[in-house]
């Protein structure tokens, strides 16, 4: 039998503006999901939607997003900001400037910033 090639599409799902030092995040990025869900589904690809944890708590975010999980059309993965996952560990002087990544926070940090992103 065949093998077809396999394309992963990945979308990193988190608020906007979170780039621009001093700017505060909005999640208005979030009303263009079902288009481009629904651009997925058209052509039979299965994105995998990987959710900041501002977006996880986004509720509107979260019923699309069950709904196309549960009918096999998405998969939903990890995307932790570490200076806006909690617990809140300050390894600058302004996280939110410097944006640490995951990997500089100890490993017991890191294990409590997934829990908290997963929970």
């Given at each position: 039998m065949?093998q077809?090639?396999?394309i992963?599409i990945?979308?990193?799902?988190?608020?906007?503006?979170?780039?621009?030092?001093?700017?505060?995040?909005?999640?208005d990025n979030?009303?263009?999901?079902?288009?481009f869900?629904?651009?997925?589904?058209?052509?039979s690809?299965?994105?995998?939607?990987?959710?900041?944890?501002?977006v996880?708590?986004?509720?509107?975010?979260?019923d699309?997003?069950?709904?196309?999980?549960?009918?096999g059309l998405?998969?939903?993965?990890l995307?932790?900001?570490a200076w806006?996952t909690?617990p809140?560990?300050?390894l600058?002087?302004?996280?939110l400037?410097?944006?640490?990544?995951?990997?500089?926070?100890?490993?017991?940090?890191?294990?409590?910033?997934?829990d908290?992103h997963?929970g």
């Amino acid at each position: 039998m065949e093998q077809k090639p396999a394309i992963i599409i990945t979308i990193d799902t988190e608020p906007d503006n979170q780039w621009i030092p001093g700017k505060s995040i909005s999640l208005d990025n979030l009303d263009y999901i079902p288009r481009f869900q629904s651009l997925c589904e058209e052509f039979s690809f299965k994105p995998v939607w990987l959710t900041e944890y501002n977006v996880a708590l986004n509720k509107a975010y979260c019923d699309y997003m069950k709904d196309k999980l549960k009918q096999g059309l998405c998969e939903i993965g990890l995307h932790p900001h570490a200076w806006t996952t909690p617990p809140d560990i300050q390894l600058t002087d302004n996280d939110l400037i410097s944006k640490p990544y995951m990997t500089e926070y100890p490993i017991d940090i890191i294990r409590k910033k997934i829990d908290t992103h997963v929970g």
